[in-house]
C-alpha cells in the first residue's frame, strides 16, 4: 500500500500542480487581455485618425496633381498656338518674298 500511495501522491500532485499551473495561465492571459484592451483601443483610434489624414492629403495632391496637369495643358495649348501662328506668318511672308523675287527676275 505505501507505493500505491506514493503513486497517487506523486500523480495527485502532479495533478493539482497542473491544474493549478493551467488556472495561473488562464488568470495571467485574462489580466493580460485587459491590461491590453485600452492599448488595443487607442492603436485602433490612432489608425483611424491616421487613414482620415492620409485620406486628406491624398485628395489635396490629387487637386494639386490635377490643377498642375492643367496649367500645363494651357501652357502648351497657348505655346502650340503661338508657334503655330508664327509658322503661318514665316510661310506666308517667305511665300510674298519668293513671289516678290520671281517678279523682280521676270522683269530683268
Known amino acids: 500500500?505505501?507505493?500505491?500511495?506514493?503513486?497517487?501522491?506523486?500523480f495527485g500532485s502532479a495533478k493539482e500542480t497542473a491544474v493549478d499551473f493551467a488556472d495561473q495561465a488562464e488568470n495571467t492571459f485574462e489580466e493580460v487581455k485587459e491590461a491590453s484592451e485600452p492599448i488595443i483601443d487607442s492603436a485602433a483610434e490612432y489608425l483611424e485618425h491616421t487613414k482620415d489624414?492620409?485620406?486628406?492629403?491624398?485628395?489635396?495632391?490629387?487637386?494639386?496633381?490635377?490643377?498642375?496637369?492643367?496649367?500645363?495643358?494651357?501652357?502648351?495649348?497657348?505655346?502650340?498656338?503661338?508657334?503655330?501662328?508664327?509658322?503661318t506668318e514665316t510661310v506666308v511672308d517667305v511665300s510674298e518674298d519668293a513671289v516678290t523675287d520671281s517678279d523682280s527676275e521676270e522683269e530683268k
Open 1 to 10: 500500500m505505501g507505493l500505491s500511495s506514493f503513486f497517487s501522491n506523486l
Open 53 to 87: 489624414a492620409v485620406s486628406d492629403y491624398v485628395e489635396k495632391a490629387s487637386d494639386s496633381i490635377h490643377d498642375v496637369i492643367d496649367s500645363i495643358k494651357e501652357v502648351i495649348t497657348e505655346t502650340v498656338n503661338e508657334d503655330y501662328k508664327l509658322v
